[in-house]
């Protein structure tokens, strides 16, 4: 059976040699798999946008995509997509912003794929849709072709009095109850959405919604990091040089954090919480370094914008405040690092502090513990990778405080209580690999047919 995966985003990115694919969790996760089973990735594309033509030998797989016209992308992927449900779907209820036009874009958007994916479906193609752009694409598909249809949703699902402050809310749940088996990465999640779609009257039994006489199931589908390649990469002996200089370079224990500059990440509490910690704990000054590396996102959308330059403000603050002819106590990255880099990062840092204020999974936090040799972890609680990685060191995000004692703990771990966390934590992420994830949901799928 042919594969067609469907996601707002192509697995690749231009590069001055050609299509790379693309830097991230998904691209990694379901590339191998297309490429075994032979198919079609189907994603957006802005009209004026270059096309992206994949030339045979740089893939086995076919590239299609949908061109929405510049308004309709801007209302679709700027509008309800980026300022509706990625914030009311992250619990930003106050930049939640609430328009209908926005909500018609989307619809019109998500017909658009519809009838692209009908064309090219063969009778025996499995469809695996990707994401809360394309909400209303599985029954939209439903409607017109009888093959099927599986969809992950990779953020969280809200508890249902939150997701029911969109006045779309009951369409957007019934547009997903057109597939046949509904992914998320928490069991929280999972429940979060049954109980949503209890409220707007559809039964539950177990973990399957009724849907007049068709049953879907809702299942737990965690996604992990292609594991057997950060291993290559520790080995590298060029990685291995460049965390040296890293390392050199730090001078102190070096305190790292990893993220796309975005609000739901926590980025401007973590950078608080540093900037209190050096207040409160005064003989860490001069012994402790933070790299924070924040990489450009979704800049076209003003809360973006915005945060960038709170984050500008404190970061020079702290630096003002603490810098010494001897010590720099904050080094600040607006960039984005290829996969080979961030891992010399990762075996360089002493500590990660990964604190989302919410994120679906977060990646980076298994990417550093399973590179890390010695260091420690601290976790966001509210990150859906917490769920699964318990020996790190999980805190509060909200909690400033407690971040800086999480952090004063962590640099006074020794290193056997390190490794031996570590060592469970490998066990935790080799037992969520990428494979797992794809093979598992397909599989899954497949078998409830
Ligand atoms: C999250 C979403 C993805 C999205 C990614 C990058 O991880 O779950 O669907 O692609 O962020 O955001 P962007 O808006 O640039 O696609």
New binding site residues.
Partial sequence: MGLVIV???APFRLTPEGLAPAV???ASALLPVLEARGGVWVAAREEGEKALTLRPRESAIRLVQVTLPQKEWQGF?GGF??RIL?PLCHYFLEKVELKRDYFQDYVRANQRFASKVTELLQPEDVVFI????LMLLPKLLRERVPNPIGFFF??PWPSSGVFRVLPWGKALVEGLLGADLIGFHTSEYAENFLRTAAHYGFPIEGNRVRWGDRWIRVEVHPLGIDTARFRELVRDKRVQEHAQALKHLAGKRLILGVD?L?YTKGILERLLAYERFLRTHPHWRGKVTLFQIATP??TSVAEYRELKRQVDEVVGRIMGSFLREDWIPLRYFYQAFPPEELVAFYLAADVALITPLRD?MNLVALEYAYTSEEGILILSNLAGAAEYLREALLVNPYDLEGIGAALDQALRTPKGARQERLQALWDRIDGLDVKRWAEGFLHSLAEGR
């Fill in positions: 996601a707002n985003r991230g969790g998904l992927y997509a980026n990625w990707q994401d809360y752009h990779h953020i796309r975005d996102t979704r679906g």
